[in-house]
């Protein structure tokens, strides 16, 4: 079983800053890319950031310059850096990552149950 746990979200300020982690656990063989999305109310699931194993990132232009994403391999952790939030990040941010699980030779995409992101005076 795998399961991915984020933490971190809250309500904050426009102009403030918040850290978002997310470990993934289980009988993990190894881990590829992991990512965060967003989905705001009324709205399609967005991707926000993306780290490969090898430390290439990708991430949306409206995040650009403000967002920076880091993953912890020992840890089987990412992160997610968010600066200078605007009101419209707020969204509920999902942990996404591609796995290979020790009872299996594929590699599957596994979701987080999501956490709220709130930013607003």
Do not use: H
């Not at 009988?27 to 009324?42: E, H, T």
């Not at 089987?76 to 290979?100: F, G, H, I, S, W």
């Amino acid at each position: 079983q795998v399961q991915l746990v984020e933490s971190g979200g809250g309500l904050v300020q426009p102009g403030g800053s918040l850290r978002l982690s997310c470990v993934v656990s289980g009988s993990i063989f190894s881990i590829n890319a992991m990512g965060w999305y967003r989905q705001a109310p009324g709205k399609q699931r967005e991707l926000v950031a993306a780290s490969t194993r090898g430390g290439s990132t990708d991430y949306a232009d409206s995040v650009k310059g403000r967002f920076s994403i880091s993953r912890d391999n020992a840890e089987n952790t990412v992160y997610l850096q968010m600066n200078r939030l605007k009101p419209e990040d707020t969204a509920v941010y999902y942990c996404n990552a591609q796995l290979q699980t020790y009872s299996g030779p594929f590699y599957a995409t596994y979701w987080g149950q999501g956490t709220q992101v709130t930013v607003s005076a």
